[in-house]
């Protein structure tokens, strides 16, 4: 088992920066890598980036390169996810998820954080 914990967000402007933090916890060797994910209002959950804990090799949604920056810290077990230029549509509860190998599907989700921009 892995346990996520969330932290971050809030309520911020657009055009503002946030940043969220996950830890991780429990059986975490077996964790290949994390994910960000985000769920709007009446949308579907969907993929926002991603960063594998050994070689930190990223991946990034269209809707946010070059503004969202995905990183980690191997020794405190937590991954981040810096926000800058945020948008209205950015609005949504945030997810840290967990998976065990390249192919296998998200298992372990954290309890999710909202992020709110207001215009």
């Known amino acids: 088992q892995v346990q996520l914990v969330e932290s971050g967000g809030g309520l911020v402007q657009a055009g503002g920066s946030s940043r969220l933090s996950c830890v991780a916890s429990?059986?975490?060797?077996?964790?290949?890598?994390m994910g960000w994910f985000r769920q709007g209002p009446g949308k579907e959950r969907e993929f926002v980036a991603s960063?594998?804990?050994?070689?930190?090799?990223?991946s990034y949604a269209d809707s946010v390169k070059g503004r969202f920056t995905i990183s980690k810290d191997n020794a405190k077990i937590t991954v981040y996810l810096q926000m800058n230029n945020l948008k209205p549509e950015d609005t949504a509860v945030y997810y840290c998820?967990?998976?065990?190998?390249?192919?296998?599907?998200?298992?372990?989700w954290g309890q999710g954080t909202q992020v709110t921009v207001s215009s």
């Open positions: 429990g059986r975490t060797s077996n964790s290949y890598s």
């Open positions: 960063i594998t804990w050994s070689r930190g090799d990223t």
């Open positions: 998820a967990s998976r065990q190998g390249i192919y296998d599907p998200y298992k372990y």
